[in-house]
């Protein structure tokens, strides 16, 4: 059975760093495009940024040139490198393999960034 874990949120001030991770097991993940999404409090779940099965990288206008992604296939990982982080960066993260239907959402990691 799929599973997607992520990790590495917390409680940062604005102007800091964060890196995430999302363990994907079950399955064969490395020719597969991954994704970051998040789901502030009262909003919609959207899209942050994705990752091809060739590493190239695509994010939403918002987190260019603070948030980048990547990914180590040999460990099935997909990390979210979060720097100079804002308060409407608070939202709990979420991976998942794209096109999106196929796997179930894991429980996320929060992130909460103070003003």
């Known amino acids: 059975q799929v599973q997607l874990v992520e990790s590495g949120g917390g409680l940062v001030q604005a102007g800091g760093s964060l890196r995430l991770s999302c363990v994907a097991s079950?399955?064969?993940?490395?020719?597969?495009?991954m994704g970051w999404y998040r789901q502030a409090p009262g909003k919609q779940r959207e899209w942050v940024a994705t990752i091809t099965r060739g590493g190239l990288t695509n994010c939403v206008d918002s987190v260019k040139g603070r948030f980048t992604m990547s990914r180590d296939n040999a460990k099935n990982t997909v990390y979210l490198q979060m720097n100079r982080l804002k308060p409407e960066d608070t939202a709990v993260y979420y991976c998942?393999?794209?096109?999106?239907?196929?796997?179930?959402w894991g429980q996320g990691t929060q992130v909460t960034v103070s003003s």
């Open positions: 079950g399955g064969v993940f490395s020719t597969k495009a």
């Open positions: 998942n393999v794209i096109p999106l239907g196929v796997y179930t």
